[in-house]
């Protein structure tokens, strides 16, 4: 999995490549409704070996039912710098996303997307690369504020920029008395749309189903890696 050969390799080269994309990022709903094949992605890395592994794991949103799933293993693309954490993880999803022989109607992000600083988390940036329509779920809130939303599932309260006072997303209580998660607009949906997709997604589980199966896809395959990687040495 080679990096591109234009992929930021700066902090200022990726600053500047997400304020190049930020106004193509369309923080609405299409006109007509999407289907129902839904991917999760996520990723795992292992710094000390620079191996990055992301999963694609494409489900029929109906029956939450595995359709189809793929991994990519390459070397980390960028380091880590909090707020550019999609110059890091970004080459190898992509790869992942390419090896499907379906193409997703949704990706779900393990992540952000307009809740970031400069409104373009790794959400909004797969979408805008892949002109997808994706959402980010994240596990913590980021550097963004909110109320505790009620215990009931499906209860929510606004994410806000404490700067602006903005939403940028939502705290979601998808199982009743868990820990809330963090949904965002990636791309090609709007905020209501992608808190109905994630309650959808997450019937049993406080995460939804795709990043269950992403998450657990891309830690085997970085142990895999990890372990070619030992043997051939």
Known sequence: ????????????????????LRPLVRAHDDTEPPGRLIAGVDVAYDDDHDLVAAAAVLLDQDTL??????????RIAFP???????FRELPAVLDALAALTHTPD???????GLAHPRRLGLASHLGVLTGLRTLGVAKSPFTFDHRQPDTARGASTPL?????????????????GVKPVFVSIGHRTGLDSAVRTTLDLARHYRLPETTRHADSLCRRALTEALHGRTTAN
């Open 1 to 20: 999995m080679p990096i591109p050969a234009d992929w930021p390799t700066t902090q200022a080269q990726a600053l500047a490549e997400q304020e190049r």
């Open 65 to 74: 039912e595995v359709v189809e799933q793929a991994t990519a293993v390459g």
């Open 80 to 86: 880590y710098i909090p707020g550019l954490l999609a």
């Open 106 to 112: 949704t990706v779900v992000c393990d992540g952000y």
């Open 160 to 176: 806000t920029d404490p700067a602006t006072g903005e939403e940028v997303g939502r705290a979601l209580r998808t199982q009743p």
